[in-house]
């Protein structure tokens, strides 16, 4: 059972990640660039079965995109960071 919930878990946050990413109107290429990783890292954490971001890139990735770190690392709360 927590096999399950870990995997819906990761289908989730690709999917939070992709999000994250477009509302920010940011390629795949731009947003590696900002927060130092290759484009493939970013294709690769916004498909389901890869392997996901690590805690830094995580925050990386909400600060650049504008978007709340707790959502971007476990879909609760809202999306848009406070300000």
């Known amino acids: 059972m927590k096999e399950i919930e870990a995997e819906r878990r ?11 990413r ?13 927060i130092g990783v290759t484009r493939n890292a970013v294709a690769n954490w916004e498909i389901e079965s890869r392997p996901r971001p690590n805690v830094a890139n995580l ?22 960071a406070r300000q």
């Open 10 to 20: 990761s289908v989730e946050m690709a999917t939070r990640i992709r999000v994250a």
């Open 59 to 80: 925050f990386a990735i909400a600060v650049v995109t504008g978007a709340s770190a707790e959502w971007v690392a476990t879909g609760r709360g809202d999306i848009a």
């Open 22 to 34: 477009l509302r920010a109107a940011l390629t795949q290429r731009q947003l590696a660039d900002r």
